[in-house]
């Protein structure tokens, strides 16, 4: 099928997406890598009268270091993330999810901002954005406004995003110290989105044992879930199999055509515990 007609605009700097975005109203959305938004345009699950395409907005990408943060442009695509030494060396959980997205040819379209505003729950980035505290940096024609991740991600392929918004960067903190990271998913294909997954991030003290954690699942769930009580049980001595049996009860994944909830849960504690074990391993080897 081809998608119905629409207005293309192609502006050159955020303020004029703004301001198209508050002439246009629901009409107009905005094209970043088109990985996701395409499809569904061609498939007409979605119709829109105005396209307004990110692609010339040359102040929407890059990645820079700054005050304990990385901040990456929106429009930063998948390989420059998963490639970039910036985020390898100082956000590796990020690199590490972002090679897991789709197949190259997606990565060298789709964009960090396309997938985090998109919010599929079964994506890698937003489970990163919420394991690792990320702040949203969020423009309008109002100006611009920073949201916790913990509170950008509100349901199925829904943010806190409003009207005449768009995610301009996100934010991720550097964990420096003693840490390790690892990204654990299981996938009918590779390249295909997970069924379910695992984030996870620990930090060590000298003896090896965790002073700071972070498990976040994905495919579980209409958003990411954040395992806050896998994390206290690792801060207080708990092993990988015993935080995992803890994450396993924050979750209540449902049934739907790939898997059963009760699959995905046993599915999930098989991944958590190998996630925090691989991270446990790589901090004490750090
Ligand atoms: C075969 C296939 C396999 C895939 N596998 C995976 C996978 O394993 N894991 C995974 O996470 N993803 C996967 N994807 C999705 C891919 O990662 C897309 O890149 C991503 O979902 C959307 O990014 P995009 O830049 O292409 O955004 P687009 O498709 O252009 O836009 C997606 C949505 O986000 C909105 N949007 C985009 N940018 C912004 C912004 N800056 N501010 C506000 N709204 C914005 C658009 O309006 C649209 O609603 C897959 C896609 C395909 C086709």
């Keep these: 099928m081809k998608p119905a007609a629409f207005e293309m605009h192609a502006p050159d700097d955020v303020a004029a997406v703004v301001a198209l975005l508050a002439e246009y109203g629901d009409e107009a959305k905005v094209l970043a890598g088109g990985q996701s ?6 498939l007409r699950l979605a119709r829109f009268e105005h396209l307004v395409d990110l692609n010339r907005v040359g102040e929407l990408s890059g990645i820079s270091r700054m005050d304990g943060h990385v901040r990456i442009g929106a429009m930063t695509r ?4 998963e490639q970039s030494d910036e985020v390898v060396s100082a956000v590796p ?24 505003a998109h919010a599929d729950p079964a994506g890698e980035q937003p489970a990163v954005c919420v394991a690792l505290d990320a702040v949203m940096e969020v423009c309008s024609a109002e100006g611009t406004r920073h949201q ?6 509100r349901g199925t392929w829904t ?5 005449g918004e768009i995610l301009s960067a996100v934010r991720f903190p550097v964990w420096s110290g003693r840490c ?14 997970a069924i379910v997954g695992v984030v996870s991030a620990v930090e060590v003290d000298p003896g090896g044992a965790p002073t700071r954690a972070a498990v976040a699942l994905f495919g579980v769930g209409a958003t990411p879930v954040r395992a806050g009580a896998a994390e206290a049980a690792l801060l207080a001595g708990a092993s990988p199999a015993e935080a ?6 924050t979750i209540d994944p449902s049934d739907d055509l790939h898997a059963s909830g009760s699959y995905r849960r046993k599915v999930a504690a098989v991944l958590v515990e190998r996630a925090v074990d691989k991270a446990l391993k790589e901090a004490g080897n750090a």
């Design 37 to 42: 938004l395409a499809p569904m345009l061609a």
């Design 148 to 153: 916790a991740a913990s509170d950008f991600f």
């Design 244 to 249: 995992a049996r803890a994450a396993i009860e």
């Design 180 to 193: 390790g990271f690892a990204v654990e998913e299981m996938a009918r294909r590779s390249g295909d989105f």
């Design 93 to 116: 959980l990020l690199s590490r999810a972002t090679a897991k997205v789709g197949h190259f040819q997606i990565r060298n379209r789709g964009t960090l901002g396309g997938s985090v």
């Design 159 to 163: 943010t806190a995003l409003g009207p």
């Design 78 to 81: 998948h390989f420059e993330v």
